[in-house]
C-alpha cells in the first residue's frame, strides 16, 4: 500500500479509536455525582378578599392581584418579593435515587406531579401578631387537575427582628416544596456554605458528602470514576448550607435539618427546594450585606473562638507512623527556622493514646491534634486538640435525614466527652455551626484546577463567610496528590503551588501543611524553596495577629467574616467581578490571590478607596464610580496586596515590608 494511502488511512482510524475509547470510558463510569430538579414557573393568584396591606411588627406585607411583597422600614430593597407575576410555592412528588460509589455519594432527582399554579385564598393574624396566609396549589390546566391546600405563617422574630416564615403542605403525600424569590436581571447571590465555585446561576445540594477527587476536571474525574468512583463534581461538598446573600441586598437562611436546593438557575427567581413537605427561612431586613450576615449570624450562633496556638502559628500534618517518626518530622522544620505551634497526626501511633508523643512535643513547646472520627470514643487522649472527621457517616444511604441526624448526634456527643478544642471538622450541617474553630477548606487537589485546585479555595473562603462559616482553613500544599502508572498521569505538588497557597493561608484561619507522601511530588519538609516560601509568609501572618484578633472578635460578636466578598466592604459597588479571584481582609487589605500555574503578570481592579501598593509603596486613589485598573508584576514570591492608605493595617504591613520585602530566588 502507497504511504499515503496508509497515512490517510491512519488519519481516518485515529478519530474513530478515539471517539470509540472516550465513549467506552463514558459509558463504564459511574452515572454523574447530582442531577437535580428544580421548580417550574407557575402562576399567583390572590383573591379580592385576600389583597391589601398587612402589619407584621416592622414589616408591611402587601398582597395585590398577581403579586405579594414585604418590606422593612430599615431595608434598602424588598426584604422578600414573590417572583413577578409567579407563585413562590410549587410541590411535588420526588423520587430520589442515592447510590454510593467508592466514598462518594451519588444523587439523581426526579420530580412528579407538579403543583405550580398558586392561589392566595384568605389570611388571618394570631395572638402572637404572626400573619397566616391559606391557599391551594394546583397542576397546570394541561396536566392534569390535582391540588391541594398550603398554608404559611409570617413573623417578626423577637430577639432579632428578622423576618421569619414557615410554609406547609397540609398533604403528607407531596415530598417537594419550593419557597422562590425574585432576583433583579443584574442580581448575584452567594453563600450557599463551602460553594467552590460561585453559587450564582447554579444549583447547589445542601448535604454534606464526600467531595470526591478532581469534581468535574477533566480528564482526573473520569479516570477516578473508572478506577474507584469518587470523582465527584463541582457541587460535591462536606460544607453546603441552604444560605445566601444577595446584592441587592437580601438575605436568606434555610433551617432544619431535611436536605435542601439552592437553586438559581432560572432568571428572575432563587428557590429553595426542601426535600420534605415544609420549609423554614429567616430573612433579615438590615440595609448592608454584612449587617445582614451579621444578623442571621449572631441569631443561629458563630463559631467558636479558638486558642491563640491554634491560629497563630504554624500547624504540620504528619501521618504518625511512629512516635520517633513524628518527632524526627518536626526536627526536620525546625532545622529550616520553621518551629511548629502544633502538630496534626493522622493517626496516634503506639497505644497510650498519645501519653508519649504529647509528653515529647510539650518539652519542645509544640501541641498536638489528633485526627479522629466522629463517634470514637475519646476518653484517655492525650492531646490539644482534635480535627472530626466522619465520612463513613457521609455516605448516604436511602434514609438521607438519618445521615444528618447520625453526624449532628455523634458530633455533639465528641464535644461533650472532652475538654479539648475542636479545631478543624471536615463536614458540617446547619445545628453544628456553633461548636468548631475552623473548617477545612477541603480535600483541594494540589493543583491549579478551577473544579478542584487552588482557585476554588478563595470562592470556599467568601462564600463561607458569607454562610455563617467565618473561620476556614487553606491547606499549603493542598490535600489531595494523585500517582497514576502509565499515561493516566496524576497531580504532584510543586514550589509554585505551595509558595501561592502559603500566600492564601496568610489570610486562612489556620496556617496549617498538608501531608508528605513518597509520592506526592516536592517535599514540604526538605525542600529548602518551599521552606523559605513558607517561612517568608508566615512572618506576615504573624506581623497580621493584632489585625486577625480584631477581626475575631468582630466575628465572634458580630457575626462578620474576617474574609470579605467585595459587597460585605462596598455594599454599593455593583460593577465588580463575582467571579474575579479577590477578596477583602477586613476592610482595610485587598486580596488578589494568584491562583493561575505561571501567571507572573495579572491585572487588577481596585475598589473605591485610597490605596497602597504593598510592594512599590505607591498609592491609588480610586473615587467612586470608578475603577482601578493595574497591571502588575506577579513574581512567585509576591502577589497582588494593597492596604488602605492610613490605616492600622496599612502601618501594620508596611512594617512588616521594612523588614522581609525582600524577593526570595525561588523555581518559576
Do not use: C
Not at 102 to 125: D, H, K, M, P
Not at 275 to 280: A, D, Y
Not at 359 to 366: N, Q, S, V, Y
Amino acid at each position: 500500500m502507497p504511504r499515503r494511502q496508509r497515512t490517510l488511512r491512519t488519519l481516518v482510524w485515529i478519530p474513530i479509536l478515539i471517539v470509540f475509547v472516550v465513549g467506552t470510558l463514558r459509558v463504564a463510569s459511574p452515572p454523574p455525582a447530582t442531577l437535580l430538579q428544580g421548580p417550574n414557573r407557575g402562576t399567583l393568584t390572590v383573591e379580592p378578599e385576600a389583597r391589601g396591606n398587612y402589619v407584621v411588627g416592622e414589616y408591611t406585607v402587601s398582597l395585590t392581584e398577581t403579586n405579594m411583597t414585604i418590606i422593612h422600614p430599615d431595608a434598602l430593597a424588598d426584604v422578600w418579593s414573590s417572583p413577578v407575576e409567579e407563585g413562590f410555592l410549587s410541590a411535588a412528588t420526588g423520587i430520589s435515587q442515592i447510590t454510593t460509589t467508592g466514598n462518594l455519594a451519588r444523587v439523581i432527582e426526579s420530580w412528579e406531579g407538579e403543583l405550580s399554579e398558586q392561589t392566595i385564598t384568605r389570611t388571618r393574624f394570631d395572638s402572637q401578631g404572626g400573619l397566616w396566609t391559606y391557599g391551594e396549589l394546583r397542576q397546570p390546566k394541561d396536566q392534569g387537575n390535582e391540588s391541594i391546600g398550603w398554608q404559611a405563617r409570617w413573623r417578626e422574630n423577637p430577639s432579632s427582628g428578622a423576618l421569619e416564615v414557615h410554609a406547609e403542605l397540609l398533604s403528607s403525600r407531596l415530598n417537594r416544596i419550593a419557597f422562590s424569590t425574585k432576583m433583579d436581571t443584574d442580581e448575584h447571590f452567594f453563600g450557599g456554605g463551602l460553594a467552590y465555585t460561585q453559587p450564582d446561576q447554579k444549583a447547589i445540594l445542601v448535604l454534606p458528602r464526600f467531595q470526591g477527587v478532581g469534581r468535574g476536571d477533566q480528564p482526573l474525574t473520569l479516570i477516578e470514576d473508572i478506577l474507584n468512583g469518587e470523582g465527584g463534581s463541582v457541587d460535591t461538598s462536606q460544607a453546603p448550607l441552604a444560605r445566601v446573600t444577595t446584592d441587592a441586598p437580601r438575605t436568606q437562611w434555610v433551617t432544619g435539618d431535611t436536605p435542601v436546593v439552592v437553586d438559581g438557575r432560572n432568571t428572575g427567581r432563587l428557590s429553595m427546594t426542601a426535600w420534605s413537605n415544609e420549609i423554614t427561612l429567616t430573612m433579615a431586613n438590615r440595609r448592608t450585606p454584612a449587617q445582614q450576615i451579621g444578623q442571621l449570624t449572631t441569631l443561629f450562633g458563630t463559631m467558636r473562638k479558638s486558642p491563640s496556638w491554634a491560629s497563630d502559628g504554624l500547624i504540620i500534618t504528619d501521618p504518625g507512623t511512629s512516635n520517633d517518626a513524628v518527632l524526627a518530622h518536626v526536627d526536620q522544620w525546625v532545622s529550616h527556622g520553621n518551629k511548629p505551634g502544633a502538630v496534626l497526626v493522622r493517626e496516634l501511633p503506639g497505644d497510650d493514646h498519645g501519653e508519649a508523643l504529647q509528653t515529647a512535643l510539650h518539652e519542645r513547646g509544640i501541641r498536638l491534634i489528633a485526627t479522629v472520627t466522629v463517634g470514637a470514643n475519646l476518653d484517655g487522649f492525650h492531646v490539644d486538640g482534635f480535627m472530626v472527621e466522619g465520612a463513613e457517616l457521609l455516605q448516604l444511604k436511602s434514609d438521607y435525614r438519618d445521615v444528618l441526624q447520625r453526624w449532628t448526634s455523634a458530633l455533639n456527643s465528641a464535644t461533650e466527652q472532652i475538654d479539648k478544642p475542636v479545631i478543624m471538622t471536615q463536614a458540617i450541617v446547619d445545628d453544628y455551626i456553633p461548636i468548631p474553630m475552623f473548617i477545612n477548606v477541603g480535600n483541594l487537589n494540589a493543583n491549579f484546577s478551577i473544579n478542584d485546585g487552588l482557585p476554588t479555595a478563595v470562592s470556599a473562603m467568601v462564600n463561607g463567610g458569607i454562610s455563617g462559616l467565618a473561620f476556614t482553613n487553606v491547606t499549603i500544599g493542598g490535600d489531595t496528590t494523585v500517582n497514576r502508572p502509565f499515561l493516566l498521569g496524576g497531580i504532584f505538588r510543586s514550589q509554585e503551588h505551595i509558595a501561592r497557597s502559603a500566600q492564601l493561608a496568610v489570610f486562612s484561619g489556620q496556617y496549617r501543611t498538608g501531608l508528605d507522601t513518597p509520592t506526592s511530588g516536592i517535599q514540604l519538609s526538605d525542600d529548602a524553596v518551599s521552606q523559605a516560601q513558607i517561612n517568608r509568609w508566615l512572618s506576615l501572618r504573624r506581623a497580621l495577629t493584632p489585625i486577625r484578633n480584631h477581626l475575631n472578635d468582630e466575628a465572634l460578636k458580630e457575626g462578620i467574616p474576617p474574609v470579605r466578598e467585595t459587597i460585605l466592604v462596598q455594599p454599593d459597588d455593583r460593577s465588580f467581578n463575582p467571579e474575579a479571584p479577590s477578596f477583602f481582609y477586613g476592610n482595610d487589605i485587598y486580596v488578589v490571590p494568584v491562583v493561575t500555574a505561571g501567571q507572573r503578570e495579572t491585572t487588577v481592579d481596585l475598589p473605591q478607596g485610597n490605596w497602597r501598593n504593598v510592594w512599590t509603596g505607591k498609592t491609588h486613589l480610586v473615587r467612586r464610580g470608578e475603577r482601578g485598573h493595574l497591571t502588575l508584576r506577579t513574581p512567585i514570591d509576591q502577589f497582588p496586596l494593597f492596604t488602605r492608605v492610613g490605616t492600622s493595617s496599612d502601618t501594620v504591613v508596611q512594617r512588616w515590608i521594612q523588614r522581609h520585602g525582600q524577593h526570595i530566588e525561588a523555581a518559576s
